[in-house]
């Protein structure tokens, strides 16, 4: 006769195997995770121009969608961290 508890741990192992192997076939739901993924671009300068220029800069970019811009100052620079995804077509 067989033992119910040496069976059902071998069936529960068996199912682990086979989701494992379903959950792997399985295809993404998106296109690319990295496409929705939000991202951080932090720029400095010494000046306000300087800083005006390089974040005009990265704002021209029409392939980028900004989130949220925080602005900072110390005694010596100027910063901005720009928080942005990219468009998706």
Same mark, same amino acid.
């Given at each position: 006769?067989?033992?119910?508890? +040496?069976?059902?741990? +071998? ?5 682990? &195997? ?6 792997? %076939? ?21 000046? $306000? ?7 005009? $800069? ?6 980028? $969608?900004?989130? $949220? ?10 910063? &901005?961290?720009?928080?942005? %995804?990219?468009?998706?077509?």
């Amino acid at each position: 006769m067989i033992d119910s508890t +040496a069976f059902n741990k +071998a069936m529960l192992k068996l199912f682990m &195997v086979y989701k494992r192997i379903y959950l792997y %076939k399985q295809k993404p739901k998106y296109k690319s995770a990295k496409e929705d993924m939000m991202k951080v671009k932090t720029i400095t300068g010494w000046t $306000e121009e300087s800083l005006d220029n390089k974040v005009n $800069e990265f704002l021209a970019d029409p392939a980028i $969608e900004v989130v $949220e811009l925080k602005f900072s100052s110390t005694i010596f620079s100027y910063s &901005v961290m720009i928080l942005y %995804k990219n468009k998706t077509s």
